[in-house]
Each structure stands twice: as C-alpha cells, then as structure tokens.
C-alpha cells in the first residue's frame, strides 16, 4: 500500500524568510504524481503545485517550489518571501497514473507565518 | 476557471432529519468525488463518480447516499445521522479518473455539518 508521511505536524516561519516541509511516501510503482494542497482557515483545498515522477526537473510556482529527490522517495515544498497568506494546513498527496482511487493524503503540516 | 460550488457552507440537522449536500462543476470535469474530512485530519475518500456513474464506494454507510443527476451535479443525501458524522464535507471534480495526465483534483470549499 502506498503511504505518505508528513514528519513536521506544526512548523512556523517569520513573514518574508524561506521555509521547507517535508514529505516522504512509499511506494512500488513508477509513474505516479505528487501534490501539495493548501487548506487555509476558510477550509477550501487549494492546488499548490503539482510534480510528475517521470520529470526530473523540479517543479515551481511563483514563490512555491519543490525538491523532489526520487530515488529517496522526497518531496518537499519550499516556500519562499513568506506571506501571511501562506499561512494553512499543508497536505502532500500522492496519486498512481491511472488510479481510479485518486489521492493518499499525508497528515499535514500547519505552517504559521509569524508578522 | 477551476470552480467547484457547494452548497450549503454550513448545516446543522437533527439525527431524524433528511438533507442534502449540493456540488457543482462547470469545467466539463467527467469524475467527481465526495471526501469527508475532520479536523486537523486529511480528507478521507467516500465516493468517486465516473461518467456519472458511481465507481467507488469507500465501505460508507448506507445513512450516506450519493446520486449524480448530471455531468455537472453531484449530491450527497444524508438520512439519520449520527453526531460523528458531523465533519467537513468536500466535493472535488477532475477531468477524469485515472489515465496518463496529471489529473488534477480541484476541491469546493466544503460543507460544514454539524450533526445534533
């Protein structure tokens, strides 16, 4: 069975430094994709960026970017000039190409972006 | 666009009572699925339909029963509940289940129901 683990519940970063959170997740299989959402306090999950395994260039958005180290089964999020609106509960998920059951979640990590 | 629509935002029901949770999408996205999530928790699959029709029931109670009129529209009917079912209830849509492209999900903002 696939798992994701997410290792930090809670971390925190001061507004405009970079912070990382972790994600690790097993699996056996070769073509799959990896997420992470964000689901701030008004609870709407919201797609962050999203990773191709078959890709060995790292994914980026604006300032989201991830390090995704296949070999080591790693995927984390880097989140860089941190806002007050990055602050939420950060969810990494995994899917298998072709799955019809979608998306195994990790536990989460809640970030707080202090002022 | 990359809207979801649910409605109600909140709902509060009695352990007698029938409602009915709505989730609407417009982008042409032909699988749809129903997560329950509890707090500080990760959303847990319930249901996931696919051309409208049901392809996955993750062993949920019969109390929940979901019903896809339309391409666009999914419900979710709820019928003597009990007070854990109380929960966050998200719908999402993706172009389709399964299949070579990244597939995004794209998540609603959820149903707060509290069960009396």
């Known amino acids: 069975a696939q798992t994701v683990t997410q290792s930090q519940p809670e971390m925190s970063v001061q507004e405009a430094e970079t912070v990382t959170l972790s994600c690790t997740y097993d699996t056996s299989e070769s073509d799959y994709y990896l997420f992470w959402y964000k689901q701030p306090p008004s609870r709407q999950m919201i797609l962050v960026i999203r990773q191709e395994a078959y890709k060995q260039q790292n994914a980026t958005e604006n300032r989201f970017s991830v390090n995704f180290q296949k070999a080591a089964k790693s995927f984390s999020l880097k989140i860089s000039d941190s806002q007050l609106g990055d602050a939420a509960m950060y969810f990494c998920a995994y899917r298998i190409s072709g799955s019809a059951r979608q998306l195994t979640f990790g536990s989460g990590t809640q970030l707080t972006v202090l002022p | 666009d990359t809207e979801v629509t649910q409605t109600p935002k909140h709902l509060v029901m009695g352990m007698t009572n029938k409602k009915s949770l709505k989730c609407e999408q417009h982008m042409g996205h032909r699988a749809m699925y129903w997560y329950k999530q509890k707090a500080k928790k990760p959303p847990e699959l319930m249901f996931v339909?696919?051309?409208?029709?049901?392809?996955i029931n993750e062993s949920v109670p019969s109390r929940f029963s979901p019903e896809c009129p339309n391409s666009s529209l999914l419900n979710l009917h709820l019928h003597a509940l009990q007070p854990e079912d109380s929960a966050l209830y998200l719908c999402a849509s993706s172009r389709k289940t399964g299949g070579s492209s990244t597939d995004t999900q794209y998540f609603g903002p959820g149903t707060r129901l509290t069960v009396l």
């Open positions: 339909y696919s051309y409208e029709k049901l392809s």
